[in-house]
């Protein structure tokens, strides 16, 4: 799952896990309405994909790549359009463990999953072309690298705080409950400008509980709190893979 904007608005992008095809949809975060549809592979893969998000040599791109038993390949896709941009080999193609990508400043990071050496490649330019490469842990470990990159997560978070803000500003949020959510999104945003990805997590899961809370009791209508639980749940299901391996 990844985050990012398109045209302005935040969107939530999901690919099926092992056991399913490549199947990727992209969803308007705000009404979860499909924006995109699409398989990045063979339908008859069933390893499933990791997705990301972000700008890729001048354009807003999905970052698909293969799961367990499809090779090591990378495809980039225009996040408006869906049309194929880049496809390319990150690794050995007799490497089938899978890999997981993220899209950085510096351009496509690409982790090696399970069964190989903890090996990430960085990816630049319309090429792409290879840029760095690198062992992200001791060289016995087998257990797969996931990656992220810290600038996207922190603007996902940004995009949750703007979300609520429009809320608080439409009257579907109190101010006091949405001050108290703030100051957790604000927590949160504090440890990933200090590089505590870790310490990121509890303010965020602890957001979620109270928006949940506001939900049930009814002080906050679904309509309105389930996209700011979803928004969450993407950067906490990033920042719980970007720590795979450690």
């Known amino acids: 799952m990844a985050f990012g904007t398109l ?7 999901v ?28 339908p008859s893969l069933t390893g499933g994909v990791s997705v990301a998000m972000g700008q890729w040599d001048d354009h807003s791109v999905i970052v ?7 090779g090591p390949n990378v495809k980039v896709f225009d996040a408006e359009t869906a049309q194929l941009l880049a496809d390319f080999l990150a690794f050995d193609p007799r ?6 990508v993220a899209v950085g400043a510096d351009g496509i990071v690409v982790g090696a999953g399970a069964g190989g050496t903890p090996r990430v490649r960085v990816f630049s330019g319309a090429g792409p072309s290879l840029t760095r490469d690198f062992l992200a842990y001791d ?26 803000q429009n809320a608080i500003q439409a009257g579907a949020v109190l101010p006091a409950d949405g001050q108290s959510l703030q100051a957790k999104l604000g927590a949160a945003l504090d440890s990933l400008a200090r590089g505590n ?3 990121a997590v509890g303010p965020l ?9 506001f ?16 928004m969450v749940a993407a950067v906490i299901q990033t920042l719980h893979a970007s720590r795979g391996g450690r």
């Not at 810290?150 to 979300?163: G, S, Y």
């Not at 957001?207 to 949940?212: A, D, G, Y």
């Open 15 to 42: 690919g099926v896990g092992p056991g399913g095809g490549p199947h990727v949809k992209v969803f308007d975060a705000m009404m979860l309405a499909v924006q995109q549809s699409f398989f990045a592979f063979d």
């Open 215 to 230: 939900i049930s009791t009814g002080t906050l209508m679904p309509a309105q709190g389930q996209p700011l639980i979803d």
């Open 197 to 199: 990805r870790h310490g």
């Open 95 to 100: 490497f089938t463990g899978g890999i997981h």
């Open 7 to 13: 045209n302005g608005h935040g969107v939530i992008v």
């Open 64 to 70: 698909v790549g293969a799961g367990p038993g499809g």
């Open 139 to 164: 060289a016995a470990f087998t257990g797969g690298v996931f990656v992220a990159d810290a600038p996207a997560l922190t603007a996902a978070v940004v995009a949750v705080l703007q979300h609520l």
């Open 205 to 213: 899961t602890a957001f979620t509980n109270q928006v949940r809370a």
